[in-house]
């Protein structure tokens, strides 16, 4: 992780990639990952029992260490000097930039419109019953 350091100041596209990524593990908005945590919330405590809350409080304080985590992590590539003094310039291949950048896109849309997948479920489960013709 110490290899992080500095990464915005020698390859700016990667640490943005990187931030928007893990943010996303960490569940925060308009980022794909908040939605799936609102959904498992949702989930163990609508049925109001005290298992399904005791299962809440468990996640609700494991993303909070999972987001110290990650934020430390995004501190180290922003803020910190470059171990070392290496600022080799990381060459990416296209091929990698676009993957990168597709992934990026779909974190953010999935994000601010997450009923695009359940749309596609709902879909697929009223096509079931043509599955066997």
Known sequence: IDSYGGLFQYAPGLCVAMTVFLFALA??????????????????????????????????????IALFYYARIAQKMWMEPVPDDDRTPI?????????????????????????????LGELADLAAPFAGL
């Open 27 to 64: 569940g925060i908005p308009p980022l794909a990952g908040w939605f799936a945590k609102f959904a498992v919330f949702q989930a163990l405590v609508t049925p109001g029992t005290p298992a399904g809350y005791s299962l809440a409080v468990i996640l609700g304080v494991n993303s909070v």
């Open 91 to 119: 060459r990416v291949p296209p091929s990698l930039t676009g993957a990168l950048a597709l992934c990026g896109i779909v974190t953010v849309v999935l994000g601010v419109y997450p009923n695009l997948v359940g749309d």
